[in-house]
């Protein structure tokens, strides 16, 4: 799937043969914080979204707190031929419920223009409470 989606941003085919070693080695790290769902029509996928589960630091006095967690939810793609046909709202919802069945305190994310009304009807909205410093 991500290489689907370079290649739909590249309009080819991308010649990279290192790149399925390279992504399997970044999976094995980052599995850990990770959730990831996949869609799949049959045996072929054809969507992806993971969420990165962050958790906040202990406080003192409060051993029997369970450490609050928070997610940010990434790399949300559909296949191109597949979209809109709700295959994005199902991997969206799946995360979504997650959340909630976990507790986590929020999710975040950072939507392309195109897709913020996808997210709206998932129940984000736009916040003023969190800072970005954009670096070139
Ligand atoms: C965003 C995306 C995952 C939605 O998947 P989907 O299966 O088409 O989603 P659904 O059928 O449940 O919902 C369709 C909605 O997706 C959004 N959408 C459709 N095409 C899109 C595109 N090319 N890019 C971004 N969002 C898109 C729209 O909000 C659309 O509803 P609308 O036309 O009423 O506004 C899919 O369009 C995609 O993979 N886009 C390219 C990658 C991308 O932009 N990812 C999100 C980055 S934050």
């Known amino acids: 799937m991500r290489r689907a989606w370079a290649e739909e941003q590249a309009g080819q085919a991308i010649a990279d043969d290192g790149f399925e070693a390279r ?3 970044w999976f094995e790290t980052e599995a850990d914080h990770r959730v990831t769902w996949l869609a799949e029509l049959g045996e072929r996928p054809v969507g992806m979204l993971n969420m990165l589960v962050f958790t906040r630091m ?3 006095r409060h051993p029997n707190d369970k450490p609050a967690q928070w997610g940010y939810v990434a790399n949300v793609y559909v ?3 597949r ?3 709700g295959v994005g709202r199902v991997l969206l919802a799946a995360a979504t419920s997650y959340a909630d069945e976990t507790g986590l305190a929020r999710l975040v994310l950072s939507p392309s223009e195109r897709s913020v009304p996808f997210y709206e009807r998932a ?3 736009t916040d003023t409470t969190l800072m970005v410093r954009h670096v070139r």
């Open 83 to 85: 979209r809109d046909a």
């Open 23 to 25: 992504f399997g080695a």
């Open 58 to 60: 202990p406080r003192p």
């Open 79 to 81: 296949d191109r031929a």
């Open 123 to 125: 129940g984000f909205t």
